[in-house]
């Protein structure tokens, strides 16, 4: 049987379909798994041992759909359900099963803070999509895999980062995700142990701005390094602090203790830390989730804005920095 998994975007959404193609594989290992992504997202599944082949998302889809027949897929398993994924799965003459966005239920979270969702995470919403293949999710988690070009080595760190960091994630794609540049570089102060940035090219001005309130022991990493360095650097941290974006769900493939901060989002949509069968309202012990909760206007969104729709932000902005510090501290030395 040959199969295309289609998942275009964006790197967390993609990491939490991993569980999903290595248990169709363990299930059929003659199972012939195709996956089709955004060309950029591609490093991020180019060391997945599960996958037999990558194919990109092309902007001229009549010639991607020709492409793809030729493959002679059995099956399209299309995780990301939007027009596109469905112009393409209805044309390859075969059929296609489609992950349920519950867009409806999210809406009414947002509009009116009815929580209809159900106490999941994507991974097991994503298992609904083969349940005709009678394959269940095995409880292992996250996978991510880095190839060894992509190992990042301890003397390419300064020498006060090469003994252990925590890996604060500064990025994120939309502004009311993120916890405000002064309240970071003022955490950072309240961390005793050296701190690596990690965020993209668009985050390096922020970055610069953080470690200047201390540069020897606040490292920026921002910019400097591709997603699966970025991965490796967290893979080899003490300890992750993030806001809800792909680098926490690369965090929880490899097993770290996590401190998540959320501001316009909310674990109930189901994106937060995923070890294997974790549940919105029973986080992993692993995992911390600092948000404020019963705030009236909170979720404003299932995504994100580039500013807070009501000005004042408070739910990035009132959150406690000495009690992220503490919870920082305590799990540092559990180790």
């Given at each position: 049987m040959k199969t295309l998994v289609i998942r275009f975007s964006s790197i967390g959404d993609i990491v939490l379909t991993t569980p999903l193609v290595r248990c169709l594989k363990a299930r059929q290992p003659e199972m012939e798994i195709h996956y089709l992504t955004k060309a950029q997202f591609g490093p991020i599944l180019s060391g997945n041992p599960y996958i037999d082949r990558l194919h990109f998302?092309?902007?001229?889809?009549?010639?991607?759909?020709?492409?793809?027949r030729q493959e002679?897929?059995?099956?399209?398993?299309?995780?990301?359900?939007?027009?596109?994924?469905?112009?393409?799965?209805?044309?390859?003459?075969?059929?296609?099963?489609?992950?349920?966005?519950?867009?409806?239920?999210?809406?009414?979270?947002v509009r009116f803070k009815w929580n209809r969702l159900p106490d999941l995470s994507v991974v097991d919403r994503y298992f609904f999509t083969i349940r005709h293949l009678g394959i269940t999710n095995d409880g292992l988690g996250l996978d991510y895999f880095i190839?060894?070009?992509?190992?990042?080595?301890?003397?390419?760190?300064?020498?006060?980062?090469?003994?252990?960091?925590?890996?604060?994630?500064?990025g994120g794609a939309h502004t009311t995700k993120k916890m405000p540049r002064e309240m970071l570089r003022e955490l950072c102060l309240k961390l005793a142990e050296p701190v690596l940035l990690l965020g993209g090219s668009q985050d390096r001005g922020d970055g610069?701005?953080?470690?200047?309130?201390?540069?020897?022991?606040?490292?920026?990493?921002?910019?400097?390094?591709?997603?699966?360095?970025?991965?490796?650097?967290?893979?080899?941290?003490?300890?992750?602090i993030t806001h809800d974006t792909g680098l926490?769900?690369?965090?929880?493939?490899?097993?770290?203790?996590?401190?998540?901060?959320?501001?316009?989002?909310?674990?109930?949509?189901?994106?937060?830390?995923?070890?294997?069968?974790?549940i919105p309202s029973k986080p992993d012990p692993r995992s911390d989730l600092i948000e404020i909760r019963n705030l009236p206007c909170r979720p404003c969104s299932k995504i994100g804005f580039d500013q807070c729709p009501k000005g004042h932000f408070r739910c990035m902005r009132d959150i406690d920095l000495d009690q992220v510090a503490e919870k920082a501290k305590g799990r540092m030395a559990k180790g």
């Open positions: 998302l092309q902007s001229d889809v009549r010639a991607l759909i020709g492409m793809l002679s897929f059995d099956q399209v398993i299309d995780l990301h359900h939007n027009l596109r994924s469905l112009r393409i799965s209805n044309g390859l003459n075969c059929p296609s099963f489609r992950f349920p966005k519950l867009n409806l239920d999210k809406w009414l979270m190839p060894h070009d992509d190992q990042v080595f301890p003397e390419e760190l300064p020498e006060s980062h090469r003994q252990g960091y925590i890996a604060l994630v500064i610069e701005y953080i470690r200047e309130a201390d540069p020897s022991r606040i490292f920026n990493g921002c910019g400097k390094f591709r997603i699966n360095q970025s991965a490796d650097l967290v893979a080899k941290s003490r300890l992750v926490m769900h690369v965090a929880a493939a490899f097993k770290k203790q996590i401190i998540s901060l959320w501001g316009n989002t909310v674990p109930e949509f189901g994106m937060f830390p995923y070890y294997g069968h974790t």
